[in-house]
């Protein structure tokens, strides 16, 4: 029989129980102790279930970073509905195209973004209930639910918690089922590495339609009566001030997030003495940036996962240079051969996959996909890995992102990290392109801070990289496209290189 003993529908009551007054969030200046959560989250489960609402069910919302959808998190928690947070960032067609496969009992807003939400369902010509957040929306009143068949009982391990769309970097974004278990290792996972206590302010900006921005601090930090710190957007100023004024101690961001800080005027003159654990998540951490943190006396911790693994894989220790370290308490990884599929010992190089309670059961309604991402128990990652001599693992790169030039595989990421160590280069994309005589070569995508030439960018890739590595032929622009936590969209990037070969 299904346990529920890593259901986390209690998590917010336990803490309330234990310490009532303590701050447990502070969103735009508004301060809500662990009593007031817990009472709002209380009623709204209540009225959920009075509703007609329960196990199986989906809510989505779109909306930014607040009190209001942690609340919501936990009513859904407590009741056996699964969250769908949406992002605001996509356009009423691609929006109404996930209200479609998600399928929600109710769309749950903030007033910004009630617009977009709205035209989306009308898109659909969904009779789906449109309502607001908070206390005097959907916690004043929830729509009655005429439905049949509504699932009446505990809430299980294995039922879904939360529904996280994937970035969609190379096809149509899928949504990835987490369920509470998923949630629940996870989070250990992370704490085996991350020290949280009630004493601590964990500031949190990435988007709450953003695993990370669940999974990667904020649910441990209020499991463990710590304070979190809601930011709706990212200003590096703001972002200073932020952990000034409430002495945050621990923060994730991508490393555009550190890169923006450190270039903010304020950057030399903040006080970062509260510090003592900053996250690095989507993107391996360049060797410079790191460097410009310890400085200041931060010393950032790179860590790896995905939305499929729920996120946590594996983690560096503070301070160290391009690695992700070794994997989580709870976390299994393995080598993959890249052309047999077999496993690979001791130091060597392969696709990596993960085993273990946090990887995800599958796609919500794709079994299709479902079925190629999972060998058996494994999690096929698509991320090339390289296992050091003593044990720790480095990201290559994405297995799809890799081509093939005269024979030998070019690692993108690869050339964009040499490309990015000139002084003059902000940011570097790169993408092979067909070459009648190699196969592929590379085609640099290059965002400068000042005008240069593609010579001077091709010279000083070959003072760094062996020749079948460097690029061929050079564009500047503007900014790069990038996903939601600013990762390369790389299927814009094929898509301009094909044009431009096509018209040369």
Known sequence: MPSSAHTLGRWIADRAATQPDAIAVIDGGVTVTY??????????????????????????????NTTDQIVLFFAC??????????????TVAELSDLLRRSEPVLVAVDDEHTTVAAEALRVLASATPLVMLGSTGLEAQVPLRRAEGVVERDVRDDDALLVIFTSGS??????????????????????????????????????????AAWNCQPLLAL?????????????????LHL????????LMGVPTHYRLLAHDGGFGDADLTSVRSALVGGATMPDDLSAVWRNRGVALMQGYGLTE??????????????????????????????QTGGSL?????????????????????????????????????????????????????????IYISGGENVSPAEVERALEQHPQIVRA?????????????????????????????????????AGFKVPVRVEFVAELPTLSIEKLARTQLRERARAIVGMS
């Open 243 to 250: 952990i000034t004024e409430h002495r945050v101690t621990a």
């Open 35 to 64: 009593r007031d959560l817990s009472s709002r989250i209380d009623a709204l489960a209540a009225r959920l279930r009075a509703g007609g609402y329960g196990v199986g069910d989906r809510i989505a919302t779109v909306a930014g």
């Open 223 to 239: 499991w463990r009566g710590a304070t979190l710190v809601l930011e709706r957007s990212f200003h590096p100023g703001r972002v």
């Open 429 to 465: 994309g790169v993408v092979g392109i067909p070459d009648e005589v190699w196969g592929e070569r590379g085609l640099a995508f290059v965002v400068a801070r000042t005008p240069m030439s593609a010579d001077e960018v091709i010279a000083h890739a070959r003072t760094l990289l």
């Open 345 to 401: 010992e001791g130091s060597a190089t392969g696709e990596l996959w993960v085993r273990g309670p946090s990887v995800s059961p599958g796609y919500l309604n794709d079994p299709e996909a479902s079925a190629r991402t999972m060998s058996g128990k494994w999690l096929r990652t698509g991320d090339v890995a390289e296992r050091l001599a003593d044990g720790r693992l480095r990201i290559v790169d994405r297995l799809k992102d």
């Open 77 to 90: 928690a407590r009741t056996g509905i699964a969250l769908v947070p949406l992002s605001w960032r996509l």
């Open 170 to 211: 190379e096809s149509a974004p899928k949504g990835v089922v987490l369920t509470h278990a998923n949630c629940f290792w996870t989070n250990m996972a992370l704490a085996s590495a991350v020290q949280i206590t009630s004493d601590d302010v964990v500031l949190t900006v990435l988007p709450q339609f953003h695993v």
């Open 309 to 338: 693994a729920g996120p946590n894989v594996a983690c560096a220790l503070p301070g160290d240079i391009g690695v992700i370290g070794r994997p989580y308490a709870h976390v299994d990884v393995m080598l993959a051969d890249l």
